[in-house]
């Protein structure tokens, strides 16, 4: 593959790492307010093949590498569980649950069963998006 401008490369890290941390800040938001595992992970696969179109996908694979196919199946069953959790409180499936707990020297923390869902949703949503972008981009070449 051609390599591209070192200018190009560097703005793309800089793009790439502030698009990662949006994604990180619409993950935890989607709890209370718009966002949640599906745009988190929709900004992270964003930056993730930006990433990929600057440098080659070689390079990309040795610094990131993850098994997309595994990245799903993690993630599918991390929300399958999350959601039958209820279920074994006798409650409907995807009955949400939370509580406020107290640690020591960081105070109190709002506990979700929502958090771990949309953590499921966000490995999905990655890994089927990355999976299918480079499984194109491979058959061509």
Known sequence: MKTRPLQFQVVTRVVAFIILAFSVFLFFAGHNNPG??????????????LLYLTFDVKTIKK?????????????????????????????????????YITFPFFGEFHATTALPFDLGIYLVVVGFTLLVILTIAEDGS
């Open 36 to 49: 949640g595992g599906f745009i988190g992970g929709l900004m992270t696969a964003a930056a993730l093949v």
């Open 63 to 99: 610094v990131i590498p993850f098994d997309y196919a595994k990245m799903i199946a993690a993630g599918l069953t991390l929300a399958i569980v999350t959601g039958m959790g209820g279920m074994v409180l006798g409650q409907p499936f995807l009955s949400q649950y939370d509580r």
